[in-house]
């Protein structure tokens, strides 16, 4: 099978950079990521009082925490074509309409069965936001600027859910419970209608990638944005780099063989890492974190307040995660942070086989949430930017975002059926399904230390000889 690149991403070095403008249109593309966290972990607040107000089973439950995810899986997958085909800005521009529509339906819904559509909408627009702005971030910043400002998207993710976490709370302190189960969970989706619209308005202000502006023949487009970013004297062979990377030495577009097994073991290997970072349970406490808390002897204010730490946890060491990347490397990073993270999850599930929670919980949640923002949190997403050559990145990435998703959905659907399995919870007192992620860790630390290579301070160019990929 053979398909034709359209994605270019080609190191092109910048004269005097208008750092100004690149850090500008990154806050801007970065709302994207924000509205990812926001709009994925708004349903943590709100998944106690929707089940009462619907009267849901558990796995209808599991339903309202995972359909969203099936909406992402569908916009991960035209991500790529649409942003191909219309460009990086309106790629965006459509996530939030998206955003905003899913927002105020979501609110609104007056049964069970259109909250989901409106969720499922949401979804495609995180999965367009989850793929697009971190493209778009890319083409547009100078190489030595790259990892910083994509890294940017992440903290935005992490960011986006610590907000929503505090808008959950603020709005759950403002009526008592059964205010809450009929309208409190009502303005928690409806919040969502800000940011999203801040999102729409701003786009108007930023260009389009001008990397896609060459793809589609409008070089003097492109060259009005390449002012604004850099040296105008290196304007032309900036086009000049961006056109010759969309073909080969025959001036023929790269085309790839997806028969050959080192291009299948590649995406392989960049779709596990995809998977391993969902089904080690990190949207379980992402998703359910007040639910665990209030199960485990929390009250509902507590749990709030306890789900609030685990974001600002979650944001402080992605910002360690950022600055140790670089100098620590990719593998060690994710080996250490899995092993963490098996450690911690273990240790709760051990802590309600016991029934022993007083004290304990909190501290081994924190603990793994703080092992999973350096290490398989933000690596896993500069690994996938990284670790595909030029020719399979566009693809790669959609495939294993793809995965990613579709894991991200199972987790939230088979949780709540697993803590509320009455055989299960017989048995291990709500410790199965922690014991479950505890040892995928261990596996993702043998699958990261042997199949694995390490990307630090390697070019993009040099991932096909990484691979042995060189024709």
Same mark, same amino acid.
């Given at each position: 099978?053979?398909?034709?690149?359209?994605?270019?991403?080609?190191?092109?070095?910048?004269?005097?950079?208008?750092?100004?403008?690149?850090?500008?249109?990154?806050?801007?593309?970065?709302?994207?990521?924000?509205?990812?966290?926001?709009?994925?972990?708004?349903?943590?607040?709100?998944?106690?009082?929707?089940?009462?107000?619907?009267?849901?089973?558990?796995?209808?439950?599991? *339903?309202?925490?995972?359909?969203?995810?099936?909406?992402?899986?569908?916009?991960?997958?035209?991500?790529?074509?649409?942003?191909?085909?219309?460009?990086?800005?309106?790629?965006?521009?459509?996530?939030?309409?998206?955003?905003?529509?899913?927002?105020?339906?979501?609110?609104?819904?007056?049964?069970?069965?259109?909250?989901?559509?409106?969720?499922?909408?949401?979804?495609?627009?995180?999965?367009?936001?989850?793929?697009?702005?971190?493209?778009?971030?890319?083409?547009?910043?100078?190489?030595?600027?790259?990892?910083?400002?994509?890294?940017?998207?992440?903290?935005?993710?992490?960011?986006?859910?610590?907000?929503?976490?505090?808008?959950?709370?603020?709005?759950?302190?403002?009526?008592?419970?059964?205010?809450?189960?009929?309208?409190?969970?009502?303005?928690?989706?409806?919040?969502?209608?800000?940011?999203?619209?801040?999102?729409?308005?701003?786009?108007?202000?930023?260009?389009?990638?001008?990397?896609?502006?060459?793809?589609?023949?409008?070089?003097?487009?492109?060259?009005?944005?390449?002012? !604004?970013?850099? /040296?105008?004297?290196?304007?032309?062979?900036?086009?000049?780099?961006?056109? /010759?990377?969309?073909?080969?030495?025959?001036?023929?577009?790269?085309?790839?063989?997806?028969?050959?097994?080192?291009?299948?073991?590649?995406?392989?290997?960049?779709?596990?890492?995809?998977?391993?970072?969902?089904?080690?349970?990190?949207?379980?406490?992402?998703?359910?974190?007040?639910?665990?808390?209030?199960?485990?002897?929390?009250?509902?204010?507590?749990?709030?307040?306890?789900?609030?730490?685990?974001?600002?946890?979650?944001?402080?060491?992605?910002?360690?995660?950022?600055?140790?990347?670089?100098?620590?490397?990719?593998?060690?990073?994710?080996?250490?942070?899995?092993?963490?993270?098996?450690?911690?999850?273990?240790?709760?599930?051990?802590?309600?086989?016991?029934?022993?929670?007083?004290?304990?919980?909190?501290?081994?949640?924190?603990?793994?949430?703080?092992?999973?923002?350096?290490?398989?949190?933000?690596?896993?997403?500069?690994?996938?930017?990284?670790?595909?050559?030029? !020719?399979?990145?566009?693809?790669?990435?959609?495939?294993?975002?793809?995965?990613? *998703?579709?894991?991200?959905?199972?987790?939230?659907?088979?949780?709540?059926?697993?803590?509320?399995?009455?055989?299960?919870?017989?048995?291990?007192?709500?410790?199965?399904?922690? *014991?479950?992620?505890?040892?995928?860790?261990?596996?993702?630390?043998?699958?990261?230390?042997?199949?694995?290579?390490?990307? !630090?301070?390697?070019?993009?160019?040099?991932?096909?000889?990484?691979?042995?990929?060189?024709?």
């Amino acid at each position: 099978m053979q398909e034709t690149l359209k994605v270019a991403e080609p190191e092109i070095k910048s004269g005097a950079t208008n750092y100004f403008f690149i850090v500008g249109i990154t806050l801007v593309a970065a709302l994207g990521g924000l509205l990812f966290g926001y709009d994925t972990a708004v349903i943590s607040g709100a998944i106690g009082p929707l089940r009462e107000y619907f009267n849901l089973s558990a796995a209808e439950m599991g *339903w309202a925490a995972s359909s969203a995810q099936f909406g992402c899986m569908f916009g991960a997958a035209i991500a790529g074509w649409w942003s191909n085909r219309f460009g990086r800005r309106q790629a965006m521009l459509l996530a939030a309409v998206l955003f905003s529509i899913s927002a105020v339906g979501s609110g609104l819904a007056d049964n069970f069965t259109m909250f989901s559509i409106y969720r499922i909408v949401g979804g495609v627009g995180v999965g367009l936001a989850s793929m697009v702005s971190p493209l778009y971030i890319a083409e547009m910043a100078p190489a030595e600027m790259r990892g910083k400002l994509v890294a940017c998207n992440q903290f935005a993710i992490i960011f986006g859910m610590l907000v929503v976490y505090f808008v959950n709370y603020g709005i759950a302190v403002q009526g008592d419970a059964v205010w809450n189960v009929n309208m409190g969970w009502r303005y928690m989706f409806g919040s969502e209608t800000i940011p999203a619209l801040a999102f729409f308005i701003m786009l108007f202000f930023v260009p389009e990638s001008p990397r896609w502006l060459v793809m589609k023949n409008r070089d003097e487009q492109a060259s009005q944005v390449l002012q !604004k970013i850099g /040296d105008v004297s290196l304007i032309s062979a900036k086009i000049a780099e961006i056109r /010759d990377s969309l073909s080969d030495k025959a001036g023929k577009k790269i085309r790839v063989n997806y028969r050959n097994m080192k291009v299948v073991w590649v995406i392989f290997v960049g779709v596990c890492i995809s998977i391993f970072q969902q089904i080690t349970g990190i949207n379980v406490f992402l998703y359910f974190a007040p639910e665990i808390f209030k199960n485990m002897g929390s009250g509902a204010d507590s749990a709030m307040l306890q789900t609030i730490i685990v974001g600002a946890v979650n944001l402080s060491f992605t910002v360690v995660a950022i600055y140790t990347v670089d100098k620590v490397g990719r593998k060690p990073l994710m080996l250490i942070g899995a092993l963490g993270m098996g450690i911690c999850i273990t240790a709760i599930g051990f802590a309600a086989y016991f029934e022993n929670t007083a004290g304990y919980l909190l501290i081994f949640v924190l603990g793994y949430i703080a092992c999973f923002a350096v290490s398989l949190g933000p690596v896993t997403w500069v690994l996938l930017s990284e670790i595909f050559p030029n !020719k399979l990145r566009g693809t790669g990435m959609a495939i294993a975002v793809a995965a990613q *998703w579709i894991s991200n959905a199972l987790v939230a659907q088979t949780f709540p059926m697993m803590m509320e399995n009455e055989t299960l919870d017989q048995q291990f007192h709500g410790g199965f399904p922690f *014991w479950v992620y505890g040892l995928m860790c261990f596996v993702t630390i043998a699958f990261i230390y042997k199949c694995v290579p390490e990307t !630090k301070g390697k070019s993009l160019e040099e991932m096909e000889e990484l691979w042995d990929l060189k024709d």
